[in-house]
């Protein structure tokens, strides 16, 4: 299995732009979830999706982000506009149900300057 | 509300001898637990979970965990630590009832020869 596959690995943009960042989850797997690290605030949950319906969406710091699951196997996070305290490496992860562990994958790490 | 406290920001111990990586939860009910491991620059990668059962949990790695309900604990351990060993250590708790996981700060764990 590939496991979970995140891209862009590296990501630097100018304060104001959009930014998208793309999952896919291991195949088969109902669960999708986005988190982001910080030094300052650790890891954060931002939103988690089952079977592509979001399903806690609490997390998410404000308007300016938004995620999509269109299928079982693509998600995005996108941030609109950017702003330099988005800086952090955020992390997609999945899980199947009845297994209850989540499997991360290698995160994308945000620089806004 | 559910939360995760890992009280030691860093561990430091010699290679060869045991370890030990502290965790206390709060979270109505009966939780399921996990410890996740993660290397610079990389994702989280699951080493165990407590679900049901026997408190001992064996996981990756040769590491172990034990659940004390009455402590709240689910403590990490290893008999003889590795230099390779060297890494961020994230403890994780899951009420029954919810998708997502809580998680702690995270402790350094760093093995000298």
């Known amino acids: 299995d590939a496991g979970v596959i995140q891209s862009p690995r590296h990501e630097v943009t100018e304060m104001g732009q959009e930014v998208t960042l793309r999952c896919k989850p291991i195949?088969?797997?109902?669960?999708l979830f986005w988190y982001r690290q910080t030094m300052m605030r650790g890891l954060e949950l931002l939103i988690y999706f089952n079977n592509n319906v979001p399903i806690d969406d609490s997390g998410m710091p404000e308007d300016r982000f938004s995620a999509k699951m269109p299928n079982a196997s693509f998600s995005t996070l996108k941030i609109q506009p950017s702003e330099p305290r988005d800086s952090a490496v955020y992390f997609c992860?999945?899980?199947?149900?009845?297994?209850?562990?989540?499997?991360f994958g290698p995160g994308t790490r945000l620089t806004v300057t | 509300a559910q939360s995760v406290a890992q009280p030691e920001d860093q561990v430091n111990v010699a290679e060869g001898n045991p370890l030990t990586v502290k965790c206390t939860y709060s979270v109505s009910g009966n939780p399921y637990l996990f410890w996740y491991v993660q290397y610079p620059n990389r994702g989280l990668q699951f080493l165990l979970k407590?679900?049901?059962?026997?408190?001992l949990v064996k996981g990756s790695y040769g590491f172990e965990a034990e659940f004390n309900k009455s402590q709240t604990s689910f403590h990490l351990k290893k008999p003889s630590a590795l230099v390779s060993d060297s890494a961020l250590y994230f403890c994780?708790?899951?009420?029954?009832?919810?998708?997502?996981?809580?998680f702690g700060k995270g402790t350094k764990l760093s093995v000298k020869p």
């Open positions: 992860a999945s899980s199947i149900q009845g297994k209850y562990e989540q499997y």
């Open positions: 195949s088969g797997h109902d669960y």
């Open positions: 407590y679900i049901t059962g026997d408190n």
């Open positions: 994780a708790v899951r009420e029954r009832s919810q998708g997502n996981l809580i």
